[in-house]
T-cell receptor, first 114, second 115 residues
Framework: KAGVTQTPRYLIKTRGQQVTLSCSPI?????VSWYQQTPGQGLQFLFEYFSETQRNKGNFPGRFSGRQFSNSRSEMNVSTLELGDSALYLC?????????????FGPGTRLTVL | DQQVKQNSPSLSVQEGRISILNCDYT??????FLWYKKYPAEGPTFLIS?????DKNEDGRFTVFLNKSAKHLSLHIVPSQPGDSAVYFCAATLYSGGGADGLTFGKGTHLIIQP
């Protein structure tokens, strides 16, 4: 069974631009969660999507948004990029809502904002 | 405010000895705890978990201990092997109700196993 895949793996953008990251969950998994990993803050929860609906949201500004499609694939969008958005963005999938189920992580997208 | 804290950024242990990684949390509502292991350029992989109704869970060389009164958990790896060298993240969540805030992670501890 294929694991969680994320595209692109690496991305370089400049301040003010916007970016869209993609995540394909493990087949059959209905929940997709997004996390930001930075050296200073560690892994921080962004949001979780389940059945095309955002179920949970972390403490991030509205510039961070996402969506989930009917095939459970998810995209995350960051608008008006700031230097501090440079991070590894991880996506994780689980069969049902993440709190009740083990999450499987993708390799991440490394975003660099110049 | 860091709700899950891993106060040791790195830990060096000799091969064959016991590795003990510590984690403290402040939110008494957390009732499910997990440890993840992360190699460079890969996403975290689940290692072991424990529910708040238990104080110990064992899986092979890995044992997690939970002290609810102290809001402290630890991961024991024995014996430590070179392949255990990685960053270990402690995470906590509200298990019941579907995890209201997703997983809250510590900043990680880089475990280095020396031959």
């Amino acid at each position: 069974k294929a694991g969680v895949t994320q595209t692109p793996r690496y991305l370089i953008k400049t301040r003010g631009q916007q970016v869209t990251l993609s995540c394909s969950p493990i087949s059959g998994h209905r929940s997709v969660s997004w996390y930001q990993q930075t050296p200073g803050q560690g892994l921080q929860f962004l949001f979780e999507y389940f059945s095309e609906t955002q179920r949970n949201k972390g403490n991030f500004p509205g510039r961070f948004s996402g969506r989930q499609f009917s095939n459970s694939r998810s995209e995350m969008n960051v608008s008006t990029l700031e230097l501090g958005d440079s991070a590894l963005y991880l996506c994780a999938s689980s069969l049902e809502l993440a709190g009740d189920n083990e999450q499987f992580f993708g390799p991440g997208t490394r975003l660099t904002v110049l | 405010d860091q709700q899950v804290k891993q106060n040791s950024p790195s830990l060096s242990v000799q091969e064959g000895r016991i590795s003990i990684l510590n984690c403290d949390y402040t939110n008494s509502m957390f009732d499910y705890f997990l440890w993840y292991k992360k190699y460079p350029a890969e996403g975290p992989t689940f290692l072991i978990s424990i529910s708040s109704i238990k104080d110990k869970n064992e899986d092979g060389r890995f044992t997690v201990f939970l002290n609810k009164s102290a809001k402290h958990l630890s991961l024991h790896i024995v014996p430590s092997q070179p392949g255990d060298s990685a960053v270990y993240f402690c995470a906590a969540t509200l298990y019941s109700g579907g995890g209201a805030d997703g997983l809250t992670f510590g900043k990680g501890t880089h475990l280095i196993i020396q031959p």
